[in-house]
Protein backbone atom coordinates (compact mmCIF):
# COMPACT_ATOMS: atom_id res chain seq x y z
CA UNK A 1 0.00 0.00 0.00
CA UNK A 2 3.12 2.20 0.35
CA UNK A 3 7.04 1.82 -0.35
CA UNK A 4 7.12 0.81 3.41
CA UNK A 5 4.63 -1.91 2.78
CA UNK A 6 6.48 -3.25 -0.27
CA UNK A 7 9.87 -3.03 0.98
CA UNK A 8 8.90 -5.20 4.32
CA UNK A 9 6.54 -7.53 1.70
CA UNK A 10 9.27 -8.70 -0.03
CA UNK A 11 11.86 -9.33 3.08
CA UNK A 12 9.40 -11.34 4.72
CA UNK A 13 7.66 -13.31 1.56
CA UNK A 14 11.35 -14.40 0.88
CA UNK A 15 11.22 -15.81 4.68
CA UNK A 16 7.66 -17.77 3.79
CA UNK A 17 9.03 -19.12 0.69
CA UNK A 18 11.66 -20.75 2.44
CA UNK A 19 8.97 -21.92 5.33
CA UNK A 20 7.53 -24.13 2.13
CA UNK A 21 8.09 -27.96 2.97
CA UNK A 22 9.68 -30.24 0.20
CA UNK A 23 6.81 -32.49 0.72
CA UNK A 24 4.26 -30.48 -0.89
CA UNK A 25 3.07 -31.63 -4.30
CA UNK A 26 1.33 -28.69 -6.38
CA UNK A 27 -0.85 -29.64 -9.16
CA UNK A 28 -1.25 -27.89 -12.37
CA UNK A 29 -4.94 -27.23 -12.84
CA UNK A 30 -6.87 -25.84 -16.03
CA UNK A 31 -8.87 -22.43 -15.31
CA UNK A 32 -10.84 -23.17 -18.19
CA UNK A 33 -8.55 -21.27 -20.04
CA UNK A 34 -4.99 -20.35 -17.97
CA UNK A 35 -3.37 -23.55 -16.36
CA UNK A 36 -3.11 -22.56 -12.92
CA UNK A 37 -0.29 -23.75 -9.83
CA UNK A 38 -2.46 -25.00 -6.89
CA UNK A 39 -1.57 -26.53 -3.48
CA UNK A 40 -4.01 -28.74 -1.78
CA UNK A 41 -3.92 -29.73 1.72
CA UNK A 42 -5.61 -31.46 3.99
CA UNK A 43 -9.42 -32.67 3.96
CA UNK A 44 -13.08 -31.95 5.11
CA UNK A 45 -15.53 -29.45 4.44
CA UNK A 46 -15.62 -26.61 3.77
CA UNK A 47 -13.07 -26.07 1.61
CA UNK A 48 -10.44 -23.12 2.93
CA UNK A 49 -9.50 -21.29 -0.10
CA UNK A 50 -6.32 -18.44 0.00
CA UNK A 51 -6.40 -15.28 -1.99
CA UNK A 52 -2.88 -13.75 -1.77
CA UNK A 53 -2.48 -10.05 -2.38
CA UNK A 54 -1.49 -8.34 -5.63
CA UNK A 55 1.40 -9.95 -7.70
CA UNK A 56 2.10 -12.31 -5.06
CA UNK A 57 2.37 -16.28 -4.85
CA UNK A 58 0.76 -19.03 -2.83
CA UNK A 59 4.13 -19.03 -0.57
CA UNK A 60 2.34 -15.80 0.79
CA UNK A 61 0.64 -18.76 3.02
CA UNK A 62 3.32 -21.00 3.42
CA UNK A 63 3.24 -20.81 7.41
CA UNK A 64 -0.97 -20.49 7.51
CA UNK A 65 -2.21 -23.51 4.80
CA UNK A 66 0.24 -25.87 6.94
CA UNK A 67 -1.62 -25.33 10.15
CA UNK A 68 -5.28 -24.75 8.83
CA UNK A 69 -5.18 -28.09 6.42
CA UNK A 70 -5.00 -29.88 10.41
CA UNK A 71 -8.48 -29.61 10.95
CA UNK A 72 -9.97 -28.32 6.86
CA UNK A 73 -9.43 -28.81 3.31
CA UNK A 74 -7.58 -25.89 1.95
CA UNK A 75 -6.26 -24.94 -1.43
CA UNK A 76 -3.70 -21.56 -2.30
CA UNK A 77 -2.62 -20.92 -5.99
CA UNK A 78 -0.79 -18.76 -8.15
CA UNK A 79 -2.97 -16.13 -9.81
CA UNK A 80 -3.45 -16.53 -13.79
CA UNK A 81 0.18 -14.13 -14.70
CA UNK A 82 1.43 -14.55 -10.86
CA UNK A 83 4.13 -17.24 -9.90
CA UNK A 84 4.55 -20.44 -11.98
CA UNK A 85 0.68 -19.91 -13.26
CA UNK A 86 -0.24 -18.85 -16.78
CA UNK A 87 -1.37 -15.97 -17.78
CA UNK A 88 -5.06 -15.36 -18.23
CA UNK A 89 -8.20 -13.07 -19.48
CA UNK A 90 -7.52 -9.51 -19.61
CA UNK A 91 -8.64 -6.78 -17.93
CA UNK A 92 -6.85 -8.97 -14.63
CA UNK A 93 -9.95 -7.34 -12.50
CA UNK A 94 -11.81 -9.08 -9.61
CA UNK A 95 -14.45 -10.63 -12.28
CA UNK A 96 -11.85 -12.43 -14.34
CA UNK A 97 -9.91 -13.46 -11.44
CA UNK A 98 -13.67 -15.15 -9.96
CA UNK A 99 -14.37 -17.05 -12.89
CA UNK A 100 -10.49 -18.19 -12.86
CA UNK A 101 -10.62 -19.41 -9.46
CA UNK A 102 -14.45 -20.58 -9.98
CA UNK A 103 -13.14 -22.88 -12.77
CA UNK A 104 -10.25 -23.98 -11.18
CA UNK A 105 -11.76 -25.37 -8.17
CA UNK A 106 -14.41 -27.32 -9.99
CA UNK A 107 -11.44 -28.66 -12.10
CA UNK A 108 -9.58 -29.49 -9.10
CA UNK A 109 -12.82 -31.25 -7.89
CA UNK A 110 -13.14 -28.86 -4.85
CA UNK A 111 -16.35 -28.63 -4.28
CA UNK A 112 -18.50 -25.88 -2.22
CA UNK A 113 -18.78 -24.28 0.48
CA UNK A 114 -15.86 -22.17 0.33
CA UNK A 115 -14.58 -20.71 3.01
CA UNK A 116 -12.24 -17.53 1.54
CA UNK A 117 -9.24 -15.91 2.87
CA UNK A 118 -7.96 -12.67 0.93
CA UNK A 119 -4.92 -10.46 1.73
CA UNK A 120 -4.84 -6.93 0.83
CA UNK A 121 -5.95 -6.92 -2.76
CA UNK A 122 -7.13 -10.30 -2.30
CA UNK A 123 -9.65 -8.82 0.06
CA UNK A 124 -11.94 -7.24 -3.21
CA UNK A 125 -11.02 -10.31 -5.04
CA UNK A 126 -12.74 -12.84 -2.65
CA UNK A 127 -15.24 -10.28 -2.31
CA UNK A 128 -16.20 -10.28 -5.87
CA UNK A 129 -15.97 -14.00 -6.00
CA UNK A 130 -18.74 -14.01 -2.87
CA UNK A 131 -21.27 -11.99 -5.01
CA UNK A 132 -21.16 -13.65 -8.33
CA UNK A 133 -21.45 -17.13 -6.44
CA UNK A 134 -23.22 -16.43 -3.12
CA UNK A 135 -25.28 -20.06 -2.81
CA UNK A 136 -20.75 -21.31 -2.74
CA UNK A 137 -19.62 -19.31 -0.02
CA UNK A 138 -19.63 -20.15 3.70
CA UNK A 139 -17.44 -17.28 4.99
CA UNK A 140 -14.70 -14.85 4.55
CA UNK A 141 -11.76 -14.05 6.10
CA UNK A 142 -10.09 -10.35 5.74
CA UNK A 143 -6.52 -10.20 6.18
CA UNK A 144 -5.93 -6.28 6.17
CA UNK A 145 -7.95 -6.39 3.11
CA UNK A 146 -7.09 -3.29 0.52
CA UNK A 147 -10.26 -1.19 0.95
CA UNK A 148 -11.74 0.95 -1.45
CA UNK A 149 -13.38 3.60 0.60
CA UNK A 150 -9.55 3.84 2.00
CA UNK A 151 -7.86 4.22 -1.33
CA UNK A 152 -10.45 7.33 -2.39
CA UNK A 153 -9.83 8.74 0.95
CA UNK A 154 -5.64 8.62 0.04
CA UNK A 155 -6.09 9.70 -3.47
CA UNK A 156 -8.00 12.58 -2.92
CA UNK A 157 -5.94 13.87 -0.26
CA UNK A 158 -2.28 13.38 -1.76
CA UNK A 159 -3.21 13.65 -5.38
CA UNK A 160 -0.66 11.95 -7.36
CA UNK A 161 0.31 12.51 -11.27
CA UNK A 162 -0.99 10.21 -13.46
CA UNK A 163 1.59 6.93 -14.64
CA UNK A 164 3.92 7.88 -17.29
CA UNK A 165 3.08 4.53 -18.91
CA UNK A 166 -0.62 3.96 -20.56
CA UNK A 167 -2.94 1.01 -18.98
CA UNK A 168 -1.77 -2.19 -18.65
CA UNK A 169 -4.83 -4.90 -18.49
CA UNK A 170 -2.56 -7.59 -18.08
CA UNK A 171 -1.30 -5.95 -14.92
CA UNK A 172 -3.08 -6.41 -10.96
CA UNK A 173 -2.50 -3.00 -10.11
CA UNK A 174 -3.36 -0.97 -13.01
CA UNK A 175 -6.89 -2.80 -12.80
CA UNK A 176 -7.30 -2.22 -8.98
CA UNK A 177 -9.64 0.40 -9.74
CA UNK A 178 -11.79 -1.85 -11.64
CA UNK A 179 -11.68 -4.52 -9.09
CA UNK A 180 -12.57 -1.58 -6.46
CA UNK A 181 -15.55 -0.97 -8.11
CA UNK A 182 -16.89 -4.83 -8.60
CA UNK A 183 -16.16 -5.34 -4.83
CA UNK A 184 -18.37 -1.91 -3.67
CA UNK A 185 -21.06 -3.10 -5.96
CA UNK A 186 -21.07 -7.14 -4.44
CA UNK A 187 -23.26 -8.48 -2.13
CA UNK A 188 -22.86 -10.64 -0.24
CA UNK A 189 -24.34 -13.66 0.58
CA UNK A 190 -26.85 -13.09 3.64
CA UNK A 191 -25.36 -14.13 7.74
CA UNK A 192 -22.57 -15.95 6.40
CA UNK A 193 -19.68 -14.53 9.18
CA UNK A 194 -17.16 -12.04 8.22
CA UNK A 195 -13.88 -11.72 9.89
CA UNK A 196 -11.54 -8.53 9.12
CA UNK A 197 -8.17 -8.60 10.64
CA UNK A 198 -6.26 -5.07 10.97
CA UNK A 199 -2.97 -4.74 10.62
CA UNK A 200 -1.95 -1.63 13.37
CA UNK A 201 1.28 -2.07 13.96
CA UNK A 202 3.76 -2.80 14.74
CA UNK A 203 4.43 -0.61 17.27
CA UNK A 204 8.20 -0.58 17.08
CA UNK A 205 9.73 0.98 14.03
CA UNK A 206 12.04 -1.48 12.66
CA UNK A 207 15.57 -0.48 13.25
CA UNK A 208 17.17 -0.91 9.62
CA UNK A 209 14.80 1.08 8.02
CA UNK A 210 16.14 4.37 6.27
CA UNK A 211 15.06 7.74 7.81
CA UNK A 212 12.62 8.57 5.22
CA UNK A 213 10.71 5.20 5.81
CA UNK A 214 10.56 5.22 9.17
CA UNK A 215 9.24 8.86 9.18
CA UNK A 216 6.83 7.41 6.51
CA UNK A 217 6.47 4.01 8.89
CA UNK A 218 5.14 7.46 11.55
CA UNK A 219 3.19 8.68 9.57
CA UNK A 220 0.79 5.56 8.70
CA UNK A 221 0.43 4.84 12.85
CA UNK A 222 -0.44 9.03 13.39
CA UNK A 223 -2.56 9.10 10.07
CA UNK A 224 -3.34 6.28 7.52
CA UNK A 225 -4.06 3.44 10.09
CA UNK A 226 -6.43 5.29 11.94
CA UNK A 227 -8.60 5.76 8.47
CA UNK A 228 -8.33 2.65 7.75
CA UNK A 229 -10.07 1.59 11.05
CA UNK A 230 -12.33 3.75 10.17
CA UNK A 231 -13.01 2.94 6.94
CA UNK A 232 -13.16 -0.75 7.73
CA UNK A 233 -15.72 0.03 10.94
CA UNK A 234 -18.02 1.68 8.63
CA UNK A 235 -18.19 -1.35 5.83
CA UNK A 236 -18.77 -3.87 8.84
CA UNK A 237 -21.30 -2.01 10.20
CA UNK A 238 -23.44 -3.00 7.24
CA UNK A 239 -22.63 -6.82 7.41
CA UNK A 240 -24.73 -8.60 9.83
CA UNK A 241 -22.55 -11.38 10.77
CA UNK A 242 -19.07 -9.59 10.71
CA UNK A 243 -16.45 -9.31 13.19
CA UNK A 244 -13.43 -6.86 13.94
CA UNK A 245 -10.25 -8.03 14.99
CA UNK A 246 -7.25 -5.56 15.58
CA UNK A 247 -3.56 -6.63 15.86
CA UNK A 248 -1.19 -4.23 17.45
CA UNK A 249 1.44 -7.11 16.85
CA UNK A 250 1.78 -6.73 12.88
CA UNK A 251 1.15 -4.33 10.17
CA UNK A 252 -0.36 -4.66 6.67
CA UNK A 253 1.91 -8.11 6.08
CA UNK A 254 -0.08 -10.05 8.61
CA UNK A 255 0.58 -13.56 7.05
CA UNK A 256 3.95 -12.86 7.53
CA UNK A 257 4.82 -10.95 10.35
CA UNK A 258 1.87 -13.01 12.52
CA UNK A 259 0.64 -15.73 10.93
Known sequence: MNRLLGVMAAILGGSAILL?????????????????????????????????????????????????CQFARTVSYDRAGNGLSEKGAEPRDGRNVAVELHAALRNAGLSPPYVLVGHSLGGPYVRVFAGMYPNE?????????????????????????????????????????????????????????????????????????????????????SIFYPAKLKFYRQWLRGIPAGRLIVTEQSGHGIPYEEP
Not at 25 to 51: I, K
Open 137 to 221: VAGLVLVDPTQEELMAWAKARDPKPAPAHAFRPYDEVDCAPLTFAEAAESRLPSNIPVILIAGMGPRVVPGFLTSKLKEEARKDR
Open 20 to 68: ATRCQTFSRVNANGPVLRLLQLGRGSPTVVFEAGAGSTLETWARIQPAV
